[in-house]
């Protein structure tokens, strides 16, 4: 059994998501994410299953890579059931196959309103 949402990130949050997670020193110190800051979009698949999509930030450490990694967690219950290796973008598919469902997060810029 295949179950697949989508979650669409605005393009204001977007600039802000690239700009942390291609941040470099010299870059404007505001578009860093600290080691506290995460920003998190969730989907819910029902029947207790639920996926975050995260992008975290990192310690600052002079002459480091000191931008942004994303990552998603599976939970059931609330409980964290699966991870994904940490990764450097927010958009496309986030996917784990637990027994016999796949569950697929689709992450996608939304459209501009006009």
């Not at 605005?10 to 690239?18: G, L």
């Not at 404007?28 to 930030?57: H, Q, W």
Request: glycine share 8%; with cysteine; proline share 1%.
């Amino acid at each position: 059994m295949i179950i697949k949402r989508t979650i669409k990130v605005s393009s204001e949050e977007m600039k802000i998501i690239s700009a942390a997670l291609n941040w470099k020193d010299g870059d404007e110190p505001t578009l860093r994410l600290g080691e506290d800051d995460t920003i998190a979009y969730s989907a819910d698949f029902g029947n207790g299953y639920e996926m975050d999509i995260k992008v975290c930030g990192v310690a600052y450490e002079e002459g480091s890579d000191n931008s942004a990694w994303t990552e998603a967690v599976l939970f059931l219950n609330g409980a964290e059931i699966a991870c994904t290796e940490v990764n450097d973008d927010l958009l496309g598919d986030w996917t784990f196959v637990i027994c016999d469902k796949t569950f697929i997060a689709e992450v996608k810029e939304a459209e501009d309103e006009k």
